[in-house]
Each structure stands twice: as structure tokens, then as C-alpha cells.
Nanobody, 120 residues
């Protein structure tokens, strides 16, 4: 079993910054992709950013140039630096990590979610 613990959410004014962290622990052999998703009230969960094992990244158009995803492989941790925050960034942010527990067994785990609220 693989557990994800998120931290770093909160309330911030528009134009401000927050940094989210998500640490994975448990039976982990290797990690492939790590990512952040968000879900605003009344909306579907959407991709924010992902980072692969080779460091390649992918961002939603709405956050390009403002958010930066990074990972620390030694700590099995993924980060999301969010700058120039806008009220429309308000949502519950979830991290997702997938990889292998062993040579055959895979995992795909989600964090519990952390609230980000941006006031205007």
C-alpha cells in the first residue's frame, strides 16, 4: 500500500503564492509519474501539472507560466509552486503518484486533497 500526504494549502490573496507538497510512502519500488489535479465546486477534476521520471513536465494551459511542478526522487515527494494566483485557481488540489510496488505489481494512489482558496 502506498500513502500520499499533502500539505501547503491555505488562503491567499490574488497575486500571492503557495507551495504544495505531497510525500509518498509505503511499499514503493519505483515511481513513474507524479502530478497535481484540482477540483472546484460543481466542476470535474482537472489536470494541473504532471512530471515524469525523466523530469519532463506537462501543464494545463490555464497555469502555464504561473505554476511550476518539481520532484525530489530521494524523498518521493512532488511539489507545486503556485505564483500569481487568481480567484479561479480556488479548488481542492489532489496529488497523484503512480509506479511499481515490485517488478510486476503497480500502484496508482491519490492524496486526500488540500484546499487552496484565492480571495479577490
Amino acid at each position: 500500500q502506498v500513502q500520499l500526504v499533502e500539505s501547503g494549502g491555505g488562503l491567499v490573496q490574488a497575486g500571492g503564492s503557495l507551495r504544495l507538497s505531497c510525500a509518498a510512502s509505503g511499499n514503493i519500488f519505483s515511481i513513474n509519474a507524479m502530478g497535481w489535479y484540482r477540483q472546484a465546486p460543481g466542476k470535474q477534476r482537472e489536470l494541473v501539472a504532471t512530471i515524469m521520471g525523466d523530469g519532463s513536465t506537462n501543464y494545463a494551459d490555464s497555469v502555464k507560466g504561473r505554476f511550476t511542478i518539481s520532484r525530489d526522487n530521494a524523498k518521493n515527494t512532488v511539489y507545486l509552486q503556485m505564483n500569481s494566483l487568481k480567484p479561479e485557481d480556488t479548488a481542492v488540489y489532489y496529488c497523484n503518484v503512480n509506479g511499481r510496488r515490485g517488478l510486476i505489481s503497480r500502484f496508482d494512489s491519490w492524496g486526500q486533497g488540500t484546499q487552496v482558496t484565492v480571495s479577490s
